[in-house]
């Protein structure tokens, strides 16, 4: 490996380390500002927090590995640091459990008032693992590709339903989802009033006969 890019991966990790102490000790501590006093929930959008993402953890990818495609408007109620931290965890998650260099797909959509995000790597997770991925401090033994960086995906699931979603996985025909959803951001159309629709009354005039 190239001495510029060991250097860069050692940042990376440097880095990641401290967000990640930060995290644990804002949204999952038992300190005073643990526990949610610490989350403060904003309008994202989606789109563009992933694509920063994606080229934060460069380092650690292989040349375009990552594929985002999410659609530009949509927008997600969340915490800006916690999200980091989730999409991360499972982009790293996708890395060491798939082929080396295999590509991984990060989508979204809208599913009534919920936005679903999806990361799908090639390389299937067994079943006994498949249930068990949540658990705090549970690592499966299937990863072929490079050893993960990151909180874990029990620590993953519990910003995830910090911030109100669900998190679960799904493996089959030769390649792992995992998803998550996230209250989709209010609309303009969704601030309007609602009003029974009413029937303009009409008016005849009569005209008096002379």
């Known amino acids: 490996m190239e001495y510029a890019k060991r250097e860069e991966m050692l940042?990376?990790?440097?880095?990641?380390?401290?967000?990640?102490?930060?995290?644990?000790?804002?949204?999952?501590?038992?300190?005073?500002?643990g526990r949610g006093n610490g989350n403060r929930t904003v309008t994202l959008g989606l789109r563009d927090e992933t694509r920063s993402l994606v080229t934060s953890v460069a380092p650690l990818m292989s040349h375009d590995q990552v594929h985002v495609d999410i659609p530009p408007g949509l927008r997600v109620v969340a915490e800006?640091?916690?999200?980091?931290?989730?999409?991360?965890?499972?982009?790293?998650?996708?890395?060491?459990?798939?082929?080396?260099?295999?590509?991984?797909?990060?989508?979204?959509?809208?599913?009534?008032?919920?936005?679903?995000?999806?990361?799908?790597?090639?390389?299937?997770?067994?079943?006994?693992?498949l249930e068990r991925i949540f658990d705090k401090g549970y690592r499966a033994e299937s990863g072929v590709g490079e050893q993960g960086f990151g909180l874990g995906l029990g620590i993953v699931r519990e910003l995830v339903t910090g911030m109100g979603g669900r998190i679960w996985a799904e493996s089959m025909q030769g390649s792992t989802t995992l998803n998550f959803t996230l209250a989709a951001a209010p609309t303009m159309m969704d601030a309007l009033p609602l009003f029974p629709f009413q029937r303009p009354a009409l008016t005849r005039k009569t005209q008096s006969r002379t």
């Open 11 to 33: 940042d990376f990790i440097i880095d990641n380390a401290k967000a990640e102490e930060d995290v644990i000790e804002r949204y999952l501590g038992d300190t005073p500002s």
């Open 80 to 129: 800006r640091g916690a999200l980091r931290e989730v999409v991360s965890n499972l982009l790293m998650n996708a890395m060491k459990y798939s082929p080396l260099a295999s590509p991984i797909e990060v989508t979204a959509a809208l599913v009534s008032k919920e936005v679903r995000v999806t990361v799908r790597n090639a390389g299937a997770i067994a079943k006994s693992d």
